[in-house]
């Protein structure tokens, strides 16, 4: 049957996410959840919503919610764009820019989805790869007449984050729109942030997740920050409800608790800064991290260290990219689950 699919489309490879074990028992540490609970404060707000208005279609604009980040950041409402997840914000900007035979430009290695959403589009991926301490060439996002640039900040694997500095002078050169993919913002230096660029740099649009910081894996909400006039081109392109109601009370309700964030916040980079320590002291290279996971490498053979790991119900996500040593991308749990992986990374040592 697949001489009925479009030729790009049996060509290309999908997007693979992280594992997600039916059965219960494991400690994950794959897919970058965050281990603590959401604000006590979306619980009542997804309660209360919960009703004989679920029979209603949610508000196709997500108004109130689009009211609330923008008050969040500083900035007016038309310059939000809600989506269901930032997936689906980065699938809407692609479709927007990108079309068959145009390029896109992302580093690598970094979120294996960029190819994904490009190739649905039938254009040309263009992996520009990381040099070393991480660093990245901004000529070469520049030199190739693309449609469309990427750039995960704080990135996936690495967990390395590019200063605001050299964001503004990358969206300088740029002739294309730069996204700037800010899923794992919260555990970041502020400093890095991009969204303070967008008054002096139209082409920056930044998109954020309520998936890591905010503990709302589960629901798909994240918005888009971007100038008025492209925020109003890329509604058009968006599903007509792409956020439902609950989500849209959900992330209100959690965007109004920082105080909540910042304390689940705390903990994860105090676990991180140990875990990141304690490979090390087992040998393994680990770049310092920006996120709320941790890049290891050097170790002993990481396919063979993950499928140990999982054979004692621990997930860790392997990983492998050309011209990369492979290794574990290792998110940052509670401490009694890291405990539980570095015990098994130390009788494995």
């Known amino acids: ?32 959840e965050n281990p603590y609970p959401p604000s006590p404060r979306v619980f009542e707000a997804l309660s209360a919503a919960i009703g004989e208005r679920l029979r209603l279609y949610p508000d196709p604009l997500a108004t109130e919610f689009r009211k609330t980040a923008a008050a969040l950041h500083g900035v007016d409402p038309e310059m939000i764009l809600a989506g269901n ?18 390029a896109a430009a992302f580093a690598s290695p970094s979120y294996l989805l960029y190819s994904t959403i490009v190739s649905l589009q039938n254009g040309r991926a263009v992996f520009i790869p990381y040099g070393p301490g991480w660093a990245l060439d901004a000529g070469a996002f520049v030199e190739g007449g693309y449609k469309l640039a990427f750039l995960a900040n704080p990135d996936s694997p690495s967990g390395s984050a590019q200063s605001r500095g050299w964001i503004a002078a990358l969206a300088s050169r ?38 890591k910081g905010y503990s709302l894996a589960g629901l798909r909400l994240g918005y888009a920050i971007g100038r008025p006039e492209l925020i109003a081109e890329l509604m058009k392109v968006k599903d007509s409800y792409n956020c ?7 992330g209100i309700a959690a965007l109004r608790d920082q105080e909540h964030l910042a304390g689940n916040t705390a903990r994860i980079l105090a676990t991180r800064a140990r875990l990141t320590i304690a490979l090390r002291g087992l040998g393994y290279t680990v770049t310092e991290s920006e996120a709320n996971f941790v890049w290891a490498t ?7 260290t993950f499928a140990r790991l999982k054979e004692n119900r621990v997930l860790a996500r392997l990983m492998s990219y050309p011209g990369f040593p492979e290794g574990l991308r290792i998110t940052v749990g509670t401490d009694p689950e890291i405990d539980r992986l570095l015990e098994l990374l130390s009788e494995s040592s």
């Open 1 to 32: 049957m697949s001489r009925f699919v479009q030729s790009h489309i049996t060509r290309m490879q999908g997007y693979v996410p992280g594992e997600q074990p039916r059965g219960g028992g494991f400690i994950k540490l794959n897919t970058n």
């Open 85 to 102: 997840g930032s997936d689906d914000l980065l699938t809407i900007i692609t479709r927007a820019f990108v079309g068959p035979g145009d």
């Open 174 to 211: 740029l002739e294309c729109p730069l996204v700037v993919d800010e899923a794992y913002a919260d555990f970041a230096d502020p400093g890095r942030h991009a969204i303070a660029l967008l008054a002096d740099h139209p082409n920056v649009i930044v998109t954020r997740s309520f998936s």
């Open 244 to 250: 439902d109601a609950l989500s849209q009370v959900a």
């Open 298 to 304: 050097g170790g002993p053979p990481a396919r063979e």
